[in-house]
């Protein structure tokens, strides 16, 4: 699976590198140029909901991320009797993230973590991440898309489960540890709206039994803008587990995996960015809700929950456009 990422991140970067020419365009119709510009704001801020979107920070930027998942709004576990989810958490996530320069960015937090009991137990989970902007779209469409890399590491801090088929029965430290890596593909087709994909790769050393310790997954996600400071945004993850994985889970343990969505209302406020969004996934980090998702929208099991982004500028030496 490695050399399956490997080779759809070789060939996407030597096809995009191999485009470019000039940092001028030349009309085919005329002998006007058109001056070449970097396309900004394609995504407001660094996660689409779940997902990651391309976005880094300027230079000596901090950014401050929470984001919380409420419980289900309907189903077994919803309804008047929790106040529609809004009684219970799954899972909440506090991050900060610094820019070392405009293209790369190092970030780190904590997440409560959100164990389902049957594919996975781990809580408590600490996270180191990597984010490069490789390539960047231009006005000109010599470069017609963004290429960003993205990688983390998550670590379980709780302590050891005494159940031998668990992915928290703790061996050894390198057991507590998971780890993605992401290739963010992005255009900004217009004004108002902007796509992305998500080629995935998760890697986690210590799984449940018949779980998966590598997984594909390909993620989609979309901004629609409808006003001066509020848009629509989407995302979604296509996890690729095998038949015996899932076919084992399904009829042994009567549980089944579903693909995480999310749609939510983004509104802009200068330097807070808040996202409200409804999503099946009850977990915050990609080593979680991508490959242990186990809530559907059709049975009412979807939640209410929020993100929230503030930047906070360390240095004026430098002038930055924004």
Known sequence: MKAVYLLILGCVYTSIVMAQTDSIKTSP?????????????TFKSGLIINAQSNETLHK????VDIAHRFGDIAGENGGSHNFYGLDNSTDILISLKYGITDRLMIGGGRAKGAPNGVNTYQKELYYLSLKYKLLQQTTDDKMPLSVTLYGNTVISGMESLDL????????NFGDRMSFTLQTILTRKFSRNFSFALLPTYIHRNYVTFMDMGDMFALGAGGRLKFSKRMALVVDYFLPFRTSASKDYFRDVQEFNFYHPLGIALEIETGGHVFNLSFTNSTALLDT???????????KGEFRWGFNISRVFTLSHKEN???
């Open 29 to 41: 119709d005329s002998a006007v140029a058109v001056e070449r510009f970097p396309v900004t704001s």
């Open 60 to 63: 000596n930027d901090l950014l």
């Open 164 to 171: 031998e088929t668990s992915d928290a029965d703790f061996q």
């Open 288 to 298: 979680q809700f991508i490959p242990s998702t186990s809530t559907s929208w059709t």
């Open 320 to 322: 930055k456009q924004r």
